[in-house]
């Protein structure tokens, strides 16, 4: 039974290039307030032996959970929030972009500011987004202009699938999202409307240095926009 204070959920597809840089950065930046939930779609993901050949060396313990009736991130995160107990989730990708270092920014908002929906933003003052798809990083910014200037400076950068939330939060909503990464979109929406606690703060963002992008841009976009509006027309 894990006894951290941060349920860190990780869905994983193919990344047995980059994991290992992964692995020991968290292990560097928050060895001693994460239980690690690897969410994979296959036992086959070829990601799975090299997580457990190196399991060893880290003083924070890692999970590794099947997903063995849906596909895709969103139902891997789904099974993830299903699966732990922590009272705080911290959602991070497992290519290698995310500082691992503002995990520990996730916490101290929490801790001090009792935030139930925290986001990493690329766009805030301090933050940076390097490199990626030239299409997703202009729709991506667009985004966040358009909300920051009409809702204000909480609604940062909500497509950045980096997010920290609470349980209270997570356990008083339903995850409708069936597609992509558009959790971050809709847990903004859920958590305004709510009246949750939501912050944010700046983040560095780089590309992926190995491998290649599951981002699906056309097959998500509809779901983005679904969502986006949804935050744009709520009162």
């Known amino acids: 039974m894990s006894t951290s204070p941060i349920a860190l959920i990780m869905p994983i597809y193919e990344e047995k290039d980059l994991i290992l840089d992964v692995l020991e950065s968290l292990q560097l930046a928050c ?28 003083s924070y313990q890692i999970q590794i959970l099947i997903n063995e009736k849906y596909d895709g991130p969103i139902e891997a995160i789904k099974l993830g929030i299903n699966s732990t107990k922590e009272n705080f989730i911290v959602i991070m990708t497992a290519d290698n972009t995310d500082d691992c270092n503002d995990i520990l920014t996730f916490y101290k908002i929490r801790q001090t500011l009792k935030a139930d929906y925290i986001s990493a933003s690329r766009y805030l003052p301090g933050g940076s987004y390097s490199g990626g798809s030239f299409i997703k990083r202009k729709l991506s910014l667009l985004a966040n202009n358009i909300l920051v200037n009409l809702k204000g400076p909480h609604y940062s950068d909500p497509t950045n699938g980096f997010k920290g939330v609470s349980r209270e939060f997570i356990s008083a ?11 971050g979109l809709e847990f903004l929406y859920k958590a305004k409307k709510g009246k949750f606690v939501v912050e944010s703060f700046p983040t560095r963002w780089h590309d992926r240095t190995a491998g290649f992008s599951k981002f699906k841009i056309i097959d998500w976009l509809p779901s983005y926009t679904y969502w986006f509006l949804k935050i744009l027309l709520s009162r």
């Open 31 to 58: 060895p001693d307030i994460i239980t690690l939930y690897c969410i994979f779609d296959s036992e086959n993901d070829s990601t799975i032996p090299v997580i457990l050949s190196s399991r060893g060396k880290f």
């Open 173 to 183: 909503i339903k995850i409708e999202s069936t597609r992509g990464f558009t959790y």
